[in-house]
């Protein structure tokens, strides 16, 4: 056999340890380079769409240059056609906690004992499993319902970023969104992030009451109320998923382009997958319309949900 030299044996554990460096430095690059999506699902989210699994979401995820993305329960009646519980989700994430982020849930009219406390126990229970947000929080009532208040003021207490949709079905508001500043007054040291057509449709400043629906079209108007929160109050951010959020930006070109740029600290990435074969007009939107600078894609891509969800 041949004679091993101490030269020669040190140099072997450099090559070891530069291989391994390359790797990791390999796999950090990869994730720095890639999309953290803030809103997906699993499980059968409707009656008309097929069943989403961890690995189908995985490789698709692969397909798309996402590194990581949140997943979502849906656990109000009017949220979705199946519930997705927190429970689910975090069983299902489980043996993908490198790249599969699970948020827990819970409908601000459950039944539960031992007032504020309890709520935040049950609260932490999620926490414990592993759990690093609230959402998506889409209950059927006012958005400033004094059991959405008190849910919040746990969600504040347990350290989990709330995750909202808002319409005029599920945490419903007025045009101007007071009901949500009500929230952010008395929820000081909560973490909010908008989502949802009514969210969205008040990044004009023309919205109406119906509006707060659908989608609107056609050039933005100044005021909206996102502009006016995101300027007064620190804890409130919105993610671009789902038609909603690529519609905000879409109608408007030019004043999407400025809005990302002016609140390039509070927008973060999100589709709203949740289906085998689903369109995705993300990307096209990003890649190919906007050209935002580097640094705004950077925070927007990434790194404000890094920031806001404490991810390594």
Request: with cysteine; charged share 20%; hydrophobic share 40%.
């Amino acid at each position: 056999m041949p004679r091993i030299t101490r030269r020669s044996f040190h140099q072997s554990l450099l090559a070891i340890g530069a291989g391994a460096m390359c790797a990791r430095g390999a796999a950090e690059d990869a994730a720095d380079a890639g999309y953290i999506d803030m809103h997906t699902h699993l499980g059968q989210t409707w009656n008309s769409t097929q069943t989403l699994t961890a690995e189908v979401l995985l490789r698709w995820m692969d397909a798309h240059h996402i590194a990581r993305a949140v997943v979502l329960p849906l656990v109000s009646p009017e949220s979705s056609s199946y519930p997705l519980t927190s429970d689910f989700v975090l069983a299902e994430t489980k043996p993908h906690r490198d790249r599969l982020i699970p948020f827990c849930s819970i409908d601000p009219r459950t039944s539960f004992r031992g007032g504020h406390q309890g709520l935040v126990d049950m609260l932490k229970r999620y926490v414990d499993a592993g759990a690093k947000g609230f959402g998506e929080h889409k209950p059927g009532i006012a958005f400033d319902d004094p059991r959405n208040l008190r849910l919040f003021a746990a969600c504040a207490e347990a350290k989990l970023p709330v995750l909202f949709h808002l319409d005029n079905q599920r945490n419903t508001d007025q045009p101007g969104l007071p009901g949500l500043e009500k929230v952010l007054q008395e929820t000081p040291h909560g973490v909010f992030i908008g989502h949802g057509p009514g969210w969205w449709a008040s990044i004009s400043g023309d919205i109406t009451q119906g509006g707060l629906g659908g989608y609107p079209k056609g050039q933005v108007a100044t005021g909206g109320a996102i502009d006016r929160l995101m300027e007064k109050y620190p804890n409130i951010y919105g993610e671009l998923s789902a038609g909603s959020g690529a519609n905000s930006i879409s109608r408007d070109l030019e004043f999407g382009r400025q809005f990302l740029t002016r609140r390039q600290d509070r927008i973060m990435f999100g589709t709203d997958f949740l289906a085998p074969e689903q369109h995705v007009p993300q990307f096209e939107l990003f890649e190919q319309l906007l050209k935002l600078p580097a640094d705004v894609q950077k925070k927007i891509y990434r790194d404000n949900a890094r920031r806001v969800l404490a991810l390594s």
